[in-house]
């Protein structure tokens, strides 16, 4: 199979929307949920702030990859192949960065907002977020 320069370019590009799109669109409903819960100040700005949140997180993670793919991908190469291989690499790395930030960022304030409501005195429960066998998750 053989490309030409500009049709790696184009096929870089076309991954590099549709990977994160992919991933966000994936994490939206965990997402809305929880940045809702978090923002909710008593009268329902909760879920038109997620709205807007989510909203500039696929731009942030589209426009990222993007500028990645634009940035370091070499489509001047000899065989246009690599120059794919490569585009592929920075998409998914365009990816995993994107998610990790999203990740890092919303679990720092669920941490905090679990530690608030940790009565005084208490010992920290564990790292995790689901229920041991045989317990409710409510």
């Keep these: 199979m053989s490309l030409s320069p ?18 966000m669109r994936y994490l939206r409903p965990i997402l809305m949920q929880t940045i809702g819960r978090l923002c909710d100040d008593g009268q329902g700005s909760g879920p038109i702030t997620a709205d807007f949140w989510t909203r500039a997180a696929y731009v942030l993670a589209i426009s990222g990859t993007a500028l990645l793919v634009l940035l370091w ?29 999203i990740a890092f960022n919303v679990w720092k304030h669920v941490a905090a907002l679990l530690a608030a409501r940790r009565p005084p005195g208490a010992v920290p429960a564990p790292a995790v977020c689901w229920p041991e066998d045989g317990e409710s998750s409510s």
Excluded: E, T
């Design 6 to 23: 500009f049709a790696a370019l184009l096929i870089s590009l076309a991954l590099a929307v549709a990977g994160p799109l992919a991933a």
């Design 73 to 101: 991908g070499d489509f001047d190469a000899i065989h246009p192949m690599q120059a794919l291989r490569r585009g592929l690499l920075l998409v998914s790395g365009g990816v995993f960065a994107s998610v990790a930030f």
